[in-house]
């Protein structure tokens, strides 16, 4: 536990020496890609973002499992916070996505796979939020919610199949097997990889920040009943 | 456990039969999503055929998702969900019968859309009618396994007419590119096996997983 709370302390430290060397390598040390010119950079968060949701929405699919199967409370708070981080970077994604696109592909949004994928993604796990509002008293939602996140991942590879039979035309960044052109410039790697670090390690601590703030939340209504329960039995 | 089911099945069948309330709505509701669909599209007769599998599909995800929540409105009612809870029926067989009553009620409403969008888009059917039908089924079987599960959720929520289609919608969408791709290729002439696979991929998955949790969703 020690151990926990030390690395949780160096968290932010951590996230702020990552994201200064990442925007010095963005916006300083890194080439300007040759045709797409300045407007590629945006394409440094995009992915990093990318990867942040998918991760947050994979966690809300551990913890929700945790959570059905242990009962543990620690579980549903993680659950809620990643799927709050989650939605929010799947937001940025979508915003840094079309501003680059509109530029070099003409248009804002395509039907594309990987958008379409997104765009769903994005939906499930607002609806995942809205349920947490407005779906009921609060241990069955939190059930609700669990078998939601469940449902969510396992739908992923099926979504995943199904936007293929979709025409795709979204760069494969990494890898050229998907007939993308593939990052080869060392230092666009580089930045790539210290970015996505960077925000990464965002995540992370946004996700421990707002669990964190779910436990204070749930004690401090515990103790309001308390005091509630006392002023009852007093009067 | 099969009897259990069949006991489930039998007793919806047999309200629905009596009341005819889910049925009606079905197929007002199917009727009209079609009408509306090829109005607002308004196509030439040359080109009305392209649009049937968008229109079919479209009609089905928007029907089922309007209609499906009144199996559960029902037992809800008296509380006849704590009734069903309390005898020794395994909430698995109480999925799989409500999950088999549902399926009834949309391949009827399906039977009755389909030849409606045949005649007013155009298209002829007949010659495919085998891939069409498997194509129908699966749909409907993978529409009503997730359909299920969450009607069973929204039914205690206090804004459950927006709640439901709005988790449902995003997690069905396998089912509507699968099934409008399946059908559009089975009219086309082409093999439609990719788009079949999507479909059984999302069947498998989610009975199973609505057998699993069913139970999650429905104790209190």
Redesign the interface.
């Given at each position: 536990m020690g151990l926990m709370r030390r690395l949780e302390s160096l968290l932010p430290w951590a996230t702020l020496v990552a994201m200064l060397i990442a925007q010095w390598l963005i916006f300083v040390r890194v080439p300007t890609e040759a045709q797409m010119g300045i407007v590629q950079r945006i394409f440094y968060f995009h992915v990093g973002t990318a990867w942040a949701a998918f991760g947050c929405f994979f966690v809300v699919a551990g913890a929700s499992a945790v959570y059905?199967w242990r009962g543990s409370r620690a579980a549903d708070r993680l659950a809620l916070a990643s799927a709050e981080v989650g939605v929010l970077f799947c937001t940025l994604v979508l915003v840094t996505g079309p501003i680059w696109a509109r530029p070099i592909w003409g248009v804002w949004w395509t039907w594309d796979p990987r958008l379409?994928m997104t765009v769903?993604?994005w939906?499930?796990y607002a609806?995942y939020l809205?349920?947490r509002a407005?779906?009921?008293s609060d241990e069955?939602v939190s059930?609700?919610a669990?078998?939601?996140g469940?449902?969510?991942v396992?739908?992923i590879?099926?979504?995943r199949?199904?936007?293929r039979?979709?025409q795709g035309i979204h760069p494969a960044v990494l890898t050229t097997r998907e007939g993308g052109s593939g990052l080869t410039d060392p230092t666009m790697r580089l930045t790539l990889y210290v970015s996505s670090i960077a925000i990464l390690l965002l995540a992370g601590w946004l996700v421990g920040l707002r669990a964190r703030a779910a436990r204070l939340e749930s004690e401090v209504t515990a103790l309001r009943r308390e005091v509630e329960a006392r002023e009852g039995a007093a009067a | 456990m099969i009897r259990g089911v069949l006991a489930v099945l039998r007793k919806d069948l047999r309200i629905e039969w009596r009341t005819k309330e889910s049925l009606a709505g079905f197929v007002v509701l199917g009727v009209l999503l079609v009408v509306v669909f090829s109005v607002a599209l308004d196509p030439s007769p040359q080109d009305a055929p392209r649009f049937a599998p968008s229109v079919l599909w479209a009609t089905f995800v928007f029907t089922g998702l309007l209609g499906i929540q009144r199996g559960f409105v029902l037992e809800r009612e008296n509380d006849c969900l704590g009734g069903l809870l309390s005898s020794p029926l395994d909430p698995a067989a109480l999925y799989l019968g409500k999950l088999a009553s549902n399926v009834v009620l949309l391949g009827i409403m399906q039977a009755l859309v389909v030849p409606l969008v045949a005649m007013l888009l155009h298209v002829d059917v007949g010659r495919v009618l085998p891939v069409l039908m498997l194509t129908l089924a699966l749909g409907n079987l993978g529409f009503a396994a997730l359909a299920t599960l969450f009607a069973a959720m929204t039914v205690r929520a206090r804004s459950r007419e927006v709640m439901l289609p709005v988790l449902l919608l995003p997690l069905l969408v396998p089912v509507l590119i699968g099934g409008v791709k399946a059908t559009d290729a089975a009219l086309g002439g082409a093999t439609a096996a990719a788009p079949l696979g999507v479909l059984v991929a999302f069947d498998t998955i989610f009975v199973m997983a609505g057998v699993l949790l069913f139970e999650q969703v429905i104790r209190d």
């Open positions: 059905l379409t769903i993604l939906a499930i609806a809205m349920l407005f779906g009921g069955s059930r609700y669990a078998v939601l469940i449902v969510g396992l739908d590879p099926v979504i199949l199904s936007v039979l979709l | -």
